[in-house]
């Protein structure tokens, strides 16, 4: 499948198979996509905790649960716990010299002058601001995503859902002090159509990029937007004529009570 349409049809999937385990494999495939992903010095503050329904502690299942969402992390067979780490940012001066090392960084046979009288005490100067939530937060982002798109590549469905709950759940796994929660990841066998109702609502393309300034919005090309629509990266706009008979469906199927949307 096109990388085009994988983003295209890549949704989030509320509704998964409660009785469909998640084979290990293919979640060390998803964490595999996730460690070779870009990381500012390459310092990889990115780290998971795969708690998987059937075999976890009842303590770890309970603190996952939310306020908003919480059928989803009760159906979902397996739960990614994605937390940044900043402890990993003590460990940047080894991560440069393996860059360097690698051909990675810098040129010229004074490169690794540069690097441990210049960069290096350059970085261990502004470390501890380089923990604080920023940068590492966006570059955890790339790892999550490219793990979400190693999950719809094996026919699995996803959602990322945020909590309240992070320093609870930090305790009960056991996390250390210098992590902080970032999101829980459900995965599992979708219930629900992959297309799970048509393309979400977006935002006009015009009012989320600038070209050159704020204010400007870049040109939208016309052909780009039916160039995409024909490698099936845009489908029709949800709802789907279907949609709310499946959402009952789901409902029924699934014993879930209430509106389902807390």
């Known amino acids: ?21 998640v084979e290990p494999e293919k979640i060390q495939r998803m964490l595999e996509a996730a460690r070779i992903a870009s990381h500012w ?14 075999s976890a502690p009842e303590e770890v299942r309970e603190a996952l649960l939310a306020p908003v969402s919480g059928f989803q992390i009760r ?39 540069e690097l441990e009288g210049k960069l290096i005490p350059f970085f261990e100067r502004i470390r501890e601001g380089l923990k604080v939530p920023g ?3 966006v570059d955890c982002g790339q790892g999550i995503a490219q793990a979400t798109l190693m999950a719809f590549e094996q ?11 992070t320093e609870k759940i930090r305790q009960n796994l056991g996390l250390p002090d210098s992590c902080r929660v970032l999101l829980l990841q459900t995965v599992g066998y979708p219930a629900e159509s992959p297309d799970a109702g048509g393309q979400r609502p977006r935002q006009p393309f015009e009012k989320l990029f600038h070209m050159n300034g704020y204010g400007n919005p870049f040109p939208r090309s016309g052909g780009v937007v039916e160039e995409l629509e024909c490698d099936r990266m845009f489908q029709a706009p949800a709802p ?19 509106h389902g949307l807390l």
């Open 75 to 113: 159906l979902a067979p397996v739960v990614i716990v994605w937390f940044i780490d900043t402890a990993a940012v003590d460990e940047q001066s080894d991560r440069l010299r393996e860059l360097c090392k690698a051909g990675a960084l810098g040129y010229g046979e004074d490169r690794e002058e």
């Open 1 to 21: 499948m096109e990388l085009r349409e994988v983003l295209g049809r890549r949704r989030s999937i509320r509704f998964m198979l409660p009785y469909k385990p």
């Open 155 to 165: 026919g699995l469905g996803t959602c990322c859902l945020g909590t309240p709950n």
């Open 41 to 54: 010095g390459n310092v990889q503050s990115l780290r998971a905790v795969v708690v998987f329904r059937d």
């Open 135 to 137: 940068m590492g937060e």
């Open 240 to 258: 789907a004529p279907w949609r709310e008979a499946e959402l009952e469906y789901l409902r029924k199927a699934l014993g879930l009570k209430g």
